[in-house]
């Protein structure tokens, strides 16, 4: 079993929904999960990153995290075509080795 | 707003010719990372610096691929010699607390 699995999509959804990505993973001591947009041809940007467990709002994002469960979820409401990129979820014990999702692929229909 | 910088953009080498590739981590982050990244997969490390020295170079490629972060600031990333498989983004990030990291645009390198 990896340490972080991540649907590699593609997800297409239309405008305007609620979208929902997901990660789930097997190593308990994970403190740090990161939640990374990237366009075709450029880095990874740090969109939000949750300490322990709980929800953390950003706008129209929402990042969720189950640690009971070994899930975790980022929401996007109202989604927009401008939205459209790979996701990349992301994890780390606090010790700076950080483990990524291969990333989900997510189009947003106009 | 602060940002990590990377040089340059875009690389294209003949195979057995070396490359260099340079980073510029956001101000005060000791922790600085090497990713290659292959398309469609998510970034693979090649090497961990915490300020001057190396924490993590398990997949390092020794024979040929070598990384220094000599004052602890910015660090440089080398190929030699470059390789068709090489051809790949190579991405820099920075990180100041639990691996929370910021990345560079990366270099997209490739190899004919």
């Known amino acids: 079993q990896k340490e972080v699995e991540q649907d590699p999509g593609p997800l297409s959804v239309p405008e305007g929904a609620i979208v929902s990505l997901n990660c789930t993973y097997s190593?308990?001591?994970?403190?740090?999960f990161m939640w990374y947009r990237q366009y075709s041809r450029k880095g990874p940007e740090l969109l939000m990153y949750?300490?322990?467990?709980g929800n953390k709002e950003d706008g129209r994002f929402t990042a969720q995290v189950d640690k009971s469960s070994k899930y975790i979820s980022l929401f996007i409401r109202d989604s927009q075509p401008s939205d459209s990129a790979t996701y990349l979820c992301?994890?780390?014990?606090?010790?700076?080795?950080?483990?990524f999702g291969k990333g989900t692929r997510l189009h947003i229909l106009p | 707003e602060a940002e990590v910088a990377q040089s340059p953009r875009y690389k294209i080498t003949e195979k057995s010719q070396a490359v260099a590739f340079w980073c510029d981590p956001i101000?005060?982050?000791?922790?600085l990372y090497w990713y290659r990244q292959i398309l469609g997969q998510g970034p693979e490390l090649l090497v961990q610096?915490?300020?001057?020295?190396?924490?993590?170079d398990s997949q390092l490629p020794k024979d040929r691929f070598s990384a220094e972060r000599l004052k602890g600031v910015d660090s440089t990333l080398k190929i030699q010699p470059a390789e068709l498989g090489d051809s790949a983004m190579y991405l820099c990030?920075?990180?100041?607390?639990?691996?929370?990291?910021?990345f560079g645009q990366g270099t997209r390198l490739t190899v004919v």
């Open positions: 990030a920075s990180s100041l607390v639990g691996g929370v990291s910021f």
């Open positions: 190593n308990s001591a994970f403190q740090y």
């Open positions: 949750t300490y322990s467990s």
């Open positions: 992301a994890m780390s014990e606090g010790d700076d080795k950080i483990i």
């Open positions: 101000s005060g982050h000791a922790t």
């Open positions: 610096f915490q300020d001057e020295s190396v924490v993590d």
